[in-house]
Protein backbone atom coordinates (compact mmCIF):
# COMPACT_ATOMS: atom_id res chain seq x y z
CA UNK A 1 0.00 0.00 0.00
CA UNK A 2 1.15 3.72 -0.18
CA UNK A 3 3.18 4.71 2.77
CA UNK A 4 5.77 7.26 3.68
CA UNK A 5 8.00 6.10 6.51
CA UNK A 6 11.13 6.89 8.03
CA UNK A 7 14.34 5.20 8.67
CA UNK A 8 14.81 6.63 12.00
CA UNK A 9 12.82 7.17 14.65
CA UNK A 10 15.10 9.52 17.11
CA UNK A 11 18.15 11.20 15.99
CA UNK A 12 21.01 12.87 18.29
CA UNK A 13 23.82 15.56 16.91
CA UNK A 14 25.63 17.72 18.85
CA UNK A 15 25.36 21.43 18.61
CA UNK A 16 26.57 22.98 15.51
CA UNK A 17 26.64 19.38 13.45
CA UNK A 18 24.61 18.87 10.80
CA UNK A 19 21.40 16.68 10.48
CA UNK A 20 20.25 14.95 8.50
CA UNK A 21 16.66 13.39 8.74
CA UNK A 22 15.30 10.78 5.62
CA UNK A 23 12.15 9.72 4.30
CA UNK A 24 11.23 6.90 2.20
CA UNK A 25 8.11 7.02 -0.01
CA UNK A 26 6.14 4.06 -1.72
CA UNK A 27 3.90 5.92 -4.28
CA UNK A 28 6.08 6.73 -7.33
CA UNK A 29 3.11 9.29 -8.58
CA UNK A 30 3.26 11.41 -5.61
CA UNK A 31 4.00 15.39 -6.84
CA UNK A 32 4.35 17.28 -3.74
CA UNK A 33 6.24 16.78 -0.73
CA UNK A 34 6.65 18.71 2.21
CA UNK A 35 8.86 18.44 5.48
CA UNK A 36 7.07 19.61 8.83
CA UNK A 37 8.30 20.20 12.24
CA UNK A 38 6.27 19.68 15.25
CA UNK A 39 7.78 21.14 19.11
CA UNK A 40 6.26 19.69 21.86
CA UNK A 41 2.59 20.75 22.26
CA UNK A 42 2.51 22.43 19.58
CA UNK A 43 0.90 21.64 16.02
CA UNK A 44 2.95 20.69 13.11
CA UNK A 45 4.39 23.48 11.11
CA UNK A 46 5.55 23.74 7.53
CA UNK A 47 9.37 24.13 7.21
CA UNK A 48 10.16 23.36 3.54
CA UNK A 49 8.90 21.85 0.24
CA UNK A 50 9.88 20.13 -3.41
CA UNK A 51 8.17 19.34 -6.19
CA UNK A 52 8.54 16.04 -7.88
CA UNK A 53 10.55 17.77 -11.08
CA UNK A 54 13.08 19.25 -9.05
CA UNK A 55 15.67 17.40 -6.57
CA UNK A 56 16.65 19.94 -4.19
CA UNK A 57 15.42 22.93 -2.60
CA UNK A 58 17.11 25.15 -0.38
CA UNK A 59 15.92 27.36 2.72
CA UNK A 60 17.37 29.33 5.70
CA UNK A 61 19.56 26.35 7.24
CA UNK A 62 17.74 23.74 5.57
CA UNK A 63 17.76 21.67 2.22
CA UNK A 64 15.55 19.59 1.21
CA UNK A 65 16.34 16.68 -1.27
CA UNK A 66 14.43 14.52 -3.52
CA UNK A 67 15.68 11.02 -5.37
CA UNK A 68 12.93 9.65 -7.30
CA UNK A 69 15.03 6.72 -8.58
CA UNK A 70 15.22 5.16 -4.89
CA UNK A 71 11.85 7.23 -3.93
CA UNK A 72 13.48 8.67 -0.73
CA UNK A 73 13.60 12.38 0.73
CA UNK A 74 16.04 14.09 3.03
CA UNK A 75 15.73 17.11 4.96
CA UNK A 76 19.32 18.38 6.29
CA UNK A 77 19.84 21.12 8.72
CA UNK A 78 23.13 22.97 8.92
CA UNK A 79 24.25 24.06 12.23
CA UNK A 80 22.35 22.22 14.22
CA UNK A 81 20.74 24.65 17.11
CA UNK A 82 19.00 23.39 20.54
CA UNK A 83 16.13 25.02 18.63
CA UNK A 84 15.81 22.82 16.12
CA UNK A 85 14.85 20.18 18.56
CA UNK A 86 10.97 18.70 17.83
CA UNK A 87 9.36 15.51 15.57
CA UNK A 88 10.03 16.01 12.08
CA UNK A 89 7.47 14.47 9.91
CA UNK A 90 7.68 13.84 6.02
CA UNK A 91 4.21 14.25 3.83
CA UNK A 92 3.97 13.26 0.38
CA UNK A 93 1.05 14.67 -2.01
CA UNK A 94 -0.39 12.39 -4.75
CA UNK A 95 -1.53 14.05 -8.09
CA UNK A 96 -3.95 16.53 -7.61
CA UNK A 97 -3.72 16.96 -4.18
CA UNK A 98 -6.25 14.96 -3.25
CA UNK A 99 -4.37 12.86 -0.79
CA UNK A 100 -1.56 13.97 1.90
CA UNK A 101 0.26 10.99 3.26
CA UNK A 102 2.26 11.74 6.67
CA UNK A 103 5.02 9.44 8.03
CA UNK A 104 5.55 8.31 11.43
CA UNK A 105 7.76 11.11 12.27
CA UNK A 106 11.80 11.97 13.39
CA UNK A 107 12.29 12.90 16.68
CA UNK A 108 15.45 15.44 16.82
CA UNK A 109 17.96 15.83 20.12
CA UNK A 110 20.12 18.20 19.53
CA UNK A 111 22.66 18.36 22.63
CA UNK A 112 24.63 20.77 23.77
CA UNK B 1 -3.87 35.88 16.18
CA UNK B 2 -3.65 32.65 15.06
CA UNK B 3 -4.28 31.49 11.67
CA UNK B 4 -6.20 28.16 13.05
CA UNK B 5 -7.87 28.07 16.43
CA UNK B 6 -9.13 24.89 18.22
CA UNK B 7 -11.47 24.74 21.06
CA UNK B 8 -11.32 23.48 23.43
CA UNK B 9 -8.08 22.67 23.83
CA UNK B 10 -7.88 20.20 26.42
CA UNK B 11 -10.82 17.98 27.41
CA UNK B 12 -11.94 14.62 29.72
CA UNK B 13 -14.92 12.88 28.94
CA UNK B 14 -16.58 9.96 30.01
CA UNK B 15 -17.01 6.95 27.90
CA UNK B 16 -20.46 7.26 25.80
CA UNK B 17 -20.60 10.88 26.08
CA UNK B 18 -20.56 12.63 22.76
CA UNK B 19 -18.44 15.68 22.28
CA UNK B 20 -17.54 18.16 19.33
CA UNK B 21 -13.86 19.67 18.69
CA UNK B 22 -14.13 23.25 16.48
CA UNK B 23 -11.69 24.81 14.43
CA UNK B 24 -11.85 27.79 12.78
CA UNK B 25 -9.35 29.48 9.98
CA UNK B 26 -8.50 32.99 9.02
CA UNK B 27 -6.44 31.89 5.92
CA UNK B 28 -9.25 31.91 3.46
CA UNK B 29 -8.11 28.69 2.48
CA UNK B 30 -11.34 25.71 0.65
CA UNK B 31 -9.27 23.14 2.03
CA UNK B 32 -9.79 21.90 5.75
CA UNK B 33 -8.77 18.24 7.33
CA UNK B 34 -9.00 16.60 10.75
CA UNK B 35 -6.42 14.42 11.84
CA UNK B 36 -5.59 12.42 15.17
CA UNK B 37 -2.46 11.83 16.09
CA UNK B 38 -0.86 9.03 18.87
CA UNK B 39 2.55 8.37 19.98
CA UNK B 40 4.68 6.44 17.26
CA UNK B 41 2.23 6.87 14.48
CA UNK B 42 1.98 10.26 13.21
CA UNK B 43 -0.78 11.74 11.98
CA UNK B 44 -3.96 9.90 10.32
CA UNK B 45 -6.62 11.68 8.23
CA UNK B 46 -10.16 11.28 9.99
CA UNK B 47 -11.89 13.65 7.62
CA UNK B 48 -11.23 16.26 4.94
CA UNK B 49 -13.40 18.96 3.15
CA UNK B 50 -12.55 20.57 -0.44
CA UNK B 51 -15.41 23.26 0.53
CA UNK B 52 -18.53 24.10 1.89
CA UNK B 53 -20.27 21.43 0.39
CA UNK B 54 -17.72 18.76 0.10
CA UNK B 55 -17.08 16.27 3.04
CA UNK B 56 -14.62 13.06 2.30
CA UNK B 57 -13.93 10.56 4.87
CA UNK B 58 -9.91 9.95 5.61
CA UNK B 59 -8.31 6.53 6.67
CA UNK B 60 -9.99 6.47 10.21
CA UNK B 61 -13.58 7.81 9.85
CA UNK B 62 -15.67 5.12 12.03
CA UNK B 63 -16.44 6.75 15.52
CA UNK B 64 -16.29 10.11 14.16
CA UNK B 65 -18.39 12.71 12.20
CA UNK B 66 -17.98 16.41 10.50
CA UNK B 67 -19.73 19.25 9.76
CA UNK B 68 -18.66 22.01 7.59
CA UNK B 69 -20.43 24.92 8.63
CA UNK B 70 -18.57 28.24 6.91
CA UNK B 71 -15.44 28.12 5.23
CA UNK B 72 -13.53 28.84 8.01
CA UNK B 73 -15.23 26.48 10.11
CA UNK B 74 -15.23 22.43 10.50
CA UNK B 75 -16.21 20.81 13.92
CA UNK B 76 -15.26 17.62 14.13
CA UNK B 77 -18.76 15.43 16.63
CA UNK B 78 -17.28 11.95 18.38
CA UNK B 79 -21.04 10.83 19.01
CA UNK B 80 -20.37 8.09 21.61
CA UNK B 81 -16.88 8.54 23.06
CA UNK B 82 -14.67 5.39 23.73
CA UNK B 83 -11.63 5.24 25.46
CA UNK B 84 -9.19 3.97 22.40
CA UNK B 85 -10.53 7.49 21.10
CA UNK B 86 -7.82 9.27 23.08
CA UNK B 87 -5.42 11.19 21.74
CA UNK B 88 -4.21 14.25 19.84
CA UNK B 89 -6.48 15.72 17.58
CA UNK B 90 -5.22 18.62 15.16
CA UNK B 91 -7.25 20.55 12.64
CA UNK B 92 -5.30 22.19 9.08
CA UNK B 93 -6.27 24.07 6.32
CA UNK B 94 -4.61 24.32 2.91
CA UNK B 95 -4.97 25.91 -0.56
CA UNK B 96 -4.65 23.23 -3.87
CA UNK B 97 -1.17 22.08 -4.07
CA UNK B 98 0.41 24.22 -1.11
CA UNK B 99 1.32 23.18 2.36
CA UNK B 100 -1.29 22.16 5.34
CA UNK B 101 -1.53 25.12 8.60
CA UNK B 102 -2.12 23.08 11.55
CA UNK B 103 -4.22 24.28 14.68
CA UNK B 104 -2.45 23.84 18.45
CA UNK B 105 -4.64 20.72 18.58
CA UNK B 106 -6.78 19.66 21.12
CA UNK B 107 -6.24 16.71 23.95
CA UNK B 108 -8.84 14.11 24.21
CA UNK B 109 -8.64 11.59 27.21
CA UNK B 110 -11.81 9.22 27.12
CA UNK B 111 -12.13 7.55 30.26
Known amino acids: GESVGLHLPTLSVQEGDNSIINCAYS??????FIWYKQESGKGPQFIID?????DKRQGQRVTVLLNKTVKHLSLQIAATQPGDSAVYFC???????????FGAGTRLFVKA | DADVTQTPRNRITKTGKRIMLECSQT?????MYWYRQDPGLGLRLIYY???????NKGEISDGYSVSRQAQAKFSLSLESAIPNQTALYFC??????????FGPGTRLTVT
Open chain 2, 92 to 101: ATSSLGYEQY
Open chain 1, 27 to 32: NSASDY
Open chain 1, 50 to 54: IRSNM
Open chain 1, 91 to 101: AENGPGGFKTI
Open chain 2, 27 to 31: KGHDR
Open chain 2, 49 to 55: SFDVKDI
